[in-house]
């Protein structure tokens, strides 16, 4: 099976534009969950989709947004962009959510 | 609320030297699962295990194993025998049971390993 994919892997954008990050799960799953990785705050949950609907949200602000496609392929959407949104941002995907998740190789985010 | 704690920063070790990583958590849940994932330079989370709350059987996996201890709310790591290839960061990590949990992972901060030849 092949795993998580994210595109695109790398970014670069500038403060105050907007982004928008791909996520394609395992064939199959239908939880898919997005994550935000910085040397400073670690690694912090930002939300989670399943069958189309957000079933859960971390304290993040609401310029970070997302949505999940019939297929379970998942977007974020970062608007307004900061300096400190510079992060790895990391995709999950899980059967039902409540098992093992499964990481993709991340978008890394430059916010100049 | 849910907390992880990775108290080791870095560690380093020697190739062929033991090394456990330690973690301890903190829920009001009595149902939760505990993870460990394995970071590489190149940045995906690798998953290693997935443990639940009601089995505190310890496991082994080939120069792996578990030790989970509900007494001390501690899930620790152990690398036998210790090679380059497991320099990593390692991450603990906490998701409990409950309908508003969601699939949400708490991570801990993460332990840098560096395995030296």
């Known amino acids: 099976k092949a795993g998580v994919t994210q595109t695109p892997r790398y970014l670069i954008k500038t403060r105050g534009q907007q982004v928008t990050l791909s996520c394609s799960p395992i064939s199959g799953h239908r939880s898919v969950s997005w994550y935000q990785q910085t040397p400073g705050q670690g690694l912090q949950f930002l939300f989670e989709?399943?069958?189309?609907?957000?079933?859960n949200k971390g304290n993040f602000p609401g310029r970070f947004s997302g949505r999940q496609f019939s297929n379970s392929r998942s977007e974020m959407n970062v608007s307004t962009l900061e300096l400190g949104d510079s992060a790895l941002y990391l995709c999950?995907?899980?059967?039902?959510?409540?098992?093992?998740?499964?990481f993709g190789p991340g978008t890394r985010l430059t916010v100049l | 609320a849910q907390k992880v704690t990775q108290a080791q920063t870095e560690i380093s070790v020697v190739e062929k030297e033991d090394v456990t990583l330690d973690c301890v958590y903190e829920t009001r849940d009595t149902t939760y699962y505990l993870f460990w994932y394995k970071q590489p330079p190149s940045g995906e989370l690798v998953f290693l295990i997935r443990?639940?709350?009601?089995?505190?059987q310890n496991e082994i996996s080939g120069r792996y194993s578990w030790n989970f201890q509900k007494s001390t709310s501690s899930f620790n790591f152990t690398i036998t025998a210790s090679q380059v290839v497991d320099s990593a960061v390692y991450f603990c990590a906490l998701s409990e049971a409950s309908e508003t949990s969601g699939s949400r992972l708490t991570f801990g901060e993460g332990t840098q390993l560096t395995v030296n030849p």
């Open positions: 989709y399943f069958s189309e609907t957000q079933r």
């Open positions: 443990r639940n709350s009601f089995d505190e």
């Open positions: 999950a995907s899980s059967f039902l959510g409540k098992d093992t998740q499964y």
